[in-house]
Every structure is written in structure tokens, then in C-alpha cells.
């Protein structure tokens, strides 16, 4: 067989025929190589589908958007071992405390440092426990959260609380992020109290986060509690991941916005926020 000769079975007899005249003839036609490169992306696009779900290179939505805001437990969006951490036993909280307190102390070894020096000597114990505290919000029950304080009033102009605090870890480097979020809501006849607007900011900030998400759950969670007419959050960081290490942009923040209902729908409402938060 000639090393110019086609691997691949031929789509006709004719055709056949014609390759094994030219070949005869001394005349050598380069391999079609379409059919391989078809292959190759074929193949590509089967890897793209079974890594990120579509052949567009996007990732499945996210839980925040595919599962309802509260869980049938009152949890909500909890992450995979949440209700074994409410349901654990002091003697496991306990055993899970110190699980967490060994992988830092290979951590710090690894690291090159000396973990029995007196400065390190219990690092690894505070460290677990910091990281529990930093976590707290995957075990907060929303119930427990809001309790009683959803009132029944005929209010129907916006409410804002503005400046709350907020410190979250970044789910990327286990950084944290730290800022201010302004939440909004127009009532439907239903108002909450206050400081559960600050309380709400507090359960999603204590958990892995990225502020994008951390801005449309709070956002999601007060619409499913209250069905207003409409839901706004706008959320000001400094993130650490990009503070301190990376790019070391020191003078840099982030700010994200999500809008729901008529603060979405009508642009007179969302100007009349973003001016009261003395933004345009």
C-alpha cells in the first residue's frame, strides 16, 4: 500500500475506482483530512457537554437560581453537609472541630513552619473554630431568622435600610470580603421588621460566597418572605483575593446590584432608589 494512500473506506465505488486509476498513474492526492477534524470537534464538543452541561462552554445555573429560596426545614440554599452540622452531637461537633485543627496544622507544616512553637501552638484549634463562626450561615433557619416580625400594614412606599455591614470569605481563595449593602423593598401590604433585613445580609454573608451571589440571595429570599412589589440590594466590597494578593489593587471595590419586581420593571422607581443611596 502506498503512504499516501486514504485510511478511510472510501463513499463510493466510483470514487474508489478513481483513486486506484490516479495511483496507477502516478497520481498521489493528498488524505482528506475534513472527516479527522470533524471527528476532533465532535469529540470536543461531547468533553464540553459532559464538563460544563451545553456545548457553549456555560455551566449549569447555579442552586441559587434551580432551588427555592427556603428548603421544606426552613434552611435556605443549604450547602451539602448543613443539617449534618445542626443534627451532629457535642462529642461530633467536637470530633469535627478537631479534624478541621489537624488539615491546618499540615497546612502550617507544609508551609515550613514549626507548628510547636509557642506563637502556632494552638493556632490550628482557633482557626477551626474562627472557620465554623465564618460558616455560621449555612445552619441559620430562616424561620428562626425572621420569626414573628412580618407585620400587616398599608404601607406601599419604599422601604430602605442602607449601610449594613457585611464580611464574607471569598469561596475562592478563603479570603475575606468585606462591605456595606443597601437593601430596598416597596411593600404589598406586608412590611418586616428592620433589623431582619440586617439579619438576612448576615446569614448569606457568613458562608463561602461570591458577591454576585451573596447580592441576588439576599435579594431572593426577602421577595419569597414578604412578595413585595418589588425587591432592590446593591452591595459595595473590598475583597482581599484581589487587595492583597493577584493584581494588589488596593484603592479597588466591587459593587453589584440586583433588582426584582418594579424596581426591574419601571426605571422611575430604580432612579428614585439609586438617587436616595446617592447613586445615578
Same mark, same amino acid.
Given at each position: 500500500?502506498?503512504? $499516501? ?13 478513481? &483513486? ?27 468533553? %464540553? *457537554? ?5 456545548? =457553549?462552554?456555560? *455551566?449549569?445555573?447555579?442552586? #441559587?437560581? +434551580? ?29 469535627? &472541630? ?40 449555612? &445552619?441559620?433557619? %430562616?424561620?428562626?431568622? %425572621? ?12 422601604? %430602605?435600610? *442602607? ?7 471569598? &469561596? ?21 421588621? =428592620? ?8 446569614? $448569606? ?17 426577602? @421577595? ?13 466590597? /473590598?475583597?482581599? #483575593? ?10 479597588? @471595590? ?5 433588582? +426584582?419586581?418594579?424596581? *426591574? ?9 439609586? /438617587?436616595? +443611596?446617592?447613586?445615578?
Amino acid at each position: 500500500m502506498s503512504e $499516501y494512500s486514504n485510511p478511510l473506506p472510501s463513499s463510493s465505488t466510483s470514487k474508489g475506482s478513481s &483513486e486506484q486509476s490516479d495511483r496507477a498513474n502516478g497520481i498521489h492526492a493528498p488524505s482528506s483530512v475534513l472527516p479527522l477534524k470533524r471527528a476532533k470537534l465532535n469529540s470536543g464538543e461531547d468533553s %464540553i *457537554r459532559n464538563n460544563f452541561g451545553t456545548p =457553549l462552554q456555560t *455551566r449549569v445555573a447555579s442552586p #441559587c437560581t +434551580l432551588n427555592p429560596p427556603i428548603d421544606f426545614d426552613g434552611l435556605s440554599w443549604p450547602s451539602q453537609g448543613a443539617r449534618s452540622r445542626i443534627e451532629q452531637t457535642p462529642e461530633e461537633a467536637k470530633a469535627r &472541630e478537631l479534624r478541621i485543627a489537624g488539615a491546618v496544622k499540615t497546612i502550617l507544616s507544609e508551609l515550613g513552619e514549626d507548628v510547636d512553637r509557642e506563637g502556632l501552638l494552638e493556632t490550628p484549634e482557633r482557626y477551626a473554630r474562627a472557620m465554623l463562626f465564618f460558616t455560621k450561615g449555612y &445552619e441559620d433557619n %430562616i424561620r428562626d431568622v %425572621i420569626k414573628r416580625a412580618v407585620f400587616e400594614e398599608n404601607h406601599d412606599e419604599m422601604v %430602605i435600610v *442602607r449601610d449594613i455591614e457585611i464580611y464574607s470569605l471569598c &469561596e475562592h481563595h478563603l479570603v475575606p470580603f468585606f462591605g456595606k449593602a443597601h437593601i430596598a423593598y416597596i411593600p404589598n401590604k406586608r412590611v418586616l421588621g =428592620l433589623s431582619k433585613l440586617a439579619r438576612l445580609a448576615e446569614m $448569606y454573608a457568613r458562608r463561602f460566597q461570591v458577591q454576585e451571589r451573596l447580592t441576588k440571595q439576599i435579594a431572593m429570599a426577602l @421577595s419569597e418572605i414578604l412578595k413585595p412589589r418589588g425587591v432592590a440590594v446593591v452591595l459595595e466590597a /473590598t475583597h482581599m #483575593c484581589m487587595v492583597s494578593r493577584g493584581v494588589q489593587k488596593t484603592g479597588s @471595590s466591587t459593587t453589584t446590584s440586583c433588582m +426584582l419586581g418594579c424596581f *426591574r420593571d419601571q426605571q422611575k422607581t430604580r432612579e428614585e432608589f439609586l /438617587t436616595l +443611596l446617592g447613586r445615578h
